[in-house]
């Protein structure tokens, strides 16, 4: 069989106890490496020159090659020749594999999403004695099924934060898996789960 992935973006979410950082080529080593532990035990990872078989098209190319010397994989830096990418966009990574299978088993595929997401951040005041984990449940608990992730990216305690609270700012992802969403119906979602957030913590909105 045959196993490949390709990805792009930022190595993890946003975070606010961290600078977000692009994926490289030590992650991508990472990454194959643990598949060829299970797949291809006792296969090595070695770097190959631009041009060798199998490796066309691509940059910081890596080869896997298993334990009697055959070449029966290839990862690397997609080479943005040929890739329409727009100036924001970051490197293009990816591998394929062939491998024997080690446990026949149904897969479980999920569609990569066709319609747009729409991200919506809400600064919480929380107060004190109350833990992230908290106001995260109720958020999710007040959602609608069309939230997909849910994230902080930032906390804050200081000037413009009243007394005994802190700022935490999450950052909500709302996708539908068949429609594009309207406006009104995320309004109407964040209406819901700051109302929540009143109701069930006594956790207000920054700058409502």
Not at 115 to 144: C, H, K, M
Request: aromatic share 8%.
């Amino acid at each position: 069989i045959r196993i490949a992935a390709i990805w792009t973006g930022s190595r993890a979410p946003e975070h606010w106890s961290a600078e977000s950082r692009d994926w490289d080529v030590w992650d991508l080593k990472s990454i194959v490496s643990e598949i060829a532990a299970v797949a291809v035990p006792g296969g090595a990872l070695r770097p190959v020159d631009a041009g060798d078989a199998g490796t066309t098209g691509l940059d910081h190319a890596l080869a896997l090659v298993s334990p009697d010397g055959q070449a029966i994989g290839w990862a690397g830096r997609i080479a943005e020749r040929g890739l329409e990418l727009p100036r924001w966009a970051g490197g293009l990574w990816g591998f394929e594999l062939a491998v024997e299978p080690v446990v026949r088993q149904p897969a479980d595929y999920r569609a990569t999403p066709v319609y747009p997401a729409v991200d919506r951040d809400l600064a919480t005041l929380v107060p004190g004695p109350r833990l992230a984990a908290e106001v995260g449940a109720v958020i999710r608990e007040a959602s609608p099924d069309f939230l997909v992730s849910l994230s902080i990216f930032d906390v804050y305690v200081g000037d413009k934060v009243p007394e005994g609270t802190r700022s935490i700012a999450w950052r909500l992802r709302f996708r539908s898996p068949d429609r594009t969403l309207t406006d009104e119906e995320v309004d109407s979602a964040v209406k819901g789960i700051t109302s929540a957030l009143q109701e069930k913590l006594n956790v207000g909105i920054r700058g409502a």
